[in-house]
Each structure stands twice: as C-alpha cells, then as structure tokens.
C-alpha cells in the first residue's frame, strides 16, 4: 500500500516540477496558527475539535498579516480500531473572507471527511500513511453551494530529536508530502490533480499532553495560472486539557485528622 502511494506522489511531484517550468503561476505567503483539542472518549474512541486562523500576502500587499482571509472550526470522532490502524470522521465549517477558489469576498465552505491514518512506528521514528476523502461543498458569488469530492494522500514522517519517543520536554522533527485529486468543478477548476503540498517543521513537547509546532509548507496547485503558496504555519496541540485544568487548580486532598 505504501509503495503505491509513494509511487503515486512521486509521479505528481514530478508533474508539478514539468508544469511549473512551463507553465505562468502567480505566488502568496500565508500565516496560519490552529488550535487543536482531543481528549479520550471512549475505549478505542476519542475526540477532537480544531479552530484555524489564516492570514494571506498577494502582491503587492505589504506586511504578512496585511489580510485577514478566513476561520474555520471542526470537529473529528477517532476510533482506533487496532495498534497501526485509526479511522476518523469529521465536520468542518470555513469562513472565508477572501477566498482564492472561488476568487471572491465572504463565501462559506462545509466540508465532510473520512480518513483511515496507517501506523509504522518504530524505535527512534514513525511514518504514517493518510488516506482522507472530502466532500467539500463550497459558495460561490450567487451564493449557490457546489460540491466536490477530494481524495488526499499523505506520507508523513516524524523523528525525536533529544530522545527515542515524542514525550515531555522532547524536540522533534516532522516532514510529509501530500497529493490530491478532485471531482471537475466550476468553482475549483476541472483539473483532476487538485494540488500538491510539502510540509517540513519543528515540534516541541511541553508536556506529555500539550505540544506546540512550527513548520513551513509549500503548496502547488496547478490551475490555468499555475497557484504556489508559501504558508507559516504555529500550532498548538492540546490532550485532556480540561481534566489537567481541573488537575492544575483543585486544592491539594487535606490530611486526615489525627
């Protein structure tokens, strides 16, 4: 499986190198920071919910948090349904206050996923392999929604710089590589090959439940204008963050009497 994905991203990256030599493409930089929040559920089940922020630069804009461009806020039920295997479902709603595709002011997107997500995990490193089919139904200027359906396919490694697992006060690096493809669309071009993103960063673990990362990506998407974005990304992960709350303040158990 992970052979045919890698040979599958291989051959894309390759296409966008032959189209970004021969074709016109304009450039934006973008910053985004994302919250995310997950805690257990159930056994074998947890939940999470996430909210992003992206600001966008177009030339010839000045200053890289010039312009608001959108939110959004999901949410995602996981089931681990053995040690390598996790399947996900999730929700999430976009408001795009300038949005590329559609190239227009304030339109919604509401967006259903599933995703299997592949474990390798060995000492030293881990490598997964995602798999997320998206139906994204998106507004345009007549405020009329068209839906699309995306499959994405990721390869992401990820190595422990000061220790052989990710736990607290522990560096590490990440990088992945990602395909799409989509369903024909009016509002989101009738290329098949939908984009190509590349992502590389840092983590660091401030405790066993709260982790922070700082990565860089760079996304093709290959358009009658050829579309490369250049995207800062801060994230903030947090695990049981109201049970460690309650954990931080509660008064310490008192003595019992004598």
């Known amino acids: 499986m992970n052979a045919r994905i890698l ?17 016109q493409s304009s450039s934006t930089t973008q910053f985004s920071n994302e919250l995310r929040f997950s805690r257990p559920l159930a056994k074998r089940w947890s939940g999470e919910i996430d909210f992003t922020n992206l600001w966008m630069q177009s030339p010839p804009a000045d200053g890289l948090f010039n312009q608001y461009s959108q939110w959004s806020l999901g949410a995602w039920g996981h089931n681990y349904i053995s040690s390598k295997w996790r399947i996900s ?9 300038e949005s590329e595709e559609p ?21 030293g490193y881990t490598i997964t392999s995602r798999s997320r089919l998206e139906w ?3 507004q345009d ?16 490694l990820i190595v422990p710089i000061n220790a052989k697992s990710i736990r607290e006060k522990v560096i590490y690096g990440f990088i992945s590589e990602e395909v799409s493809f ?11 090959f939908d984009r190509n993103r590349f992502d590389i960063g840092v983590g660091y673990a401030f405790t066993n439940d709260v982790n922070v990362e700082l990565y860089y990506a760079s996304e093709f998407l290959p358009r009658d204008v050829n579309q ?11 695990r049981n963050l109201i049970d460690n709350l309650k954990k931080q303040f509660s008064p310490p158990p008192s003595a019992p009497d004598e």
């Open 7 to 23: 040979s599958c991203i291989f051959i894309c990256s390759l296409a966008c190198v032959v189209s970004l030599v021969h074709a």
């Open 89 to 97: 479902a999730g929700f999430t709603y976009y408001h795009k206050i």
């Open 103 to 123: 190239a227009q002011s304030k339109s919604n997107e509401f967006r259903l996923s599933g995703q299997g997500i592949y474990y390798v995990k060995k000492i």
């Open 136 to 138: 994204r139904n998106l």
């Open 141 to 156: 200027s007549a405020n009329n929604y068209n839906s699309v359906l995306r499959l994405r396919e990721q390869v992401r």
């Open 182 to 192: 989509k369903t024909h669309s009016d509002v989101s071009g009738n290329e098949i």
């Open 228 to 238: 490369i974005n250049h995207l800062f990304n801060l994230d903030f992960i947090f």
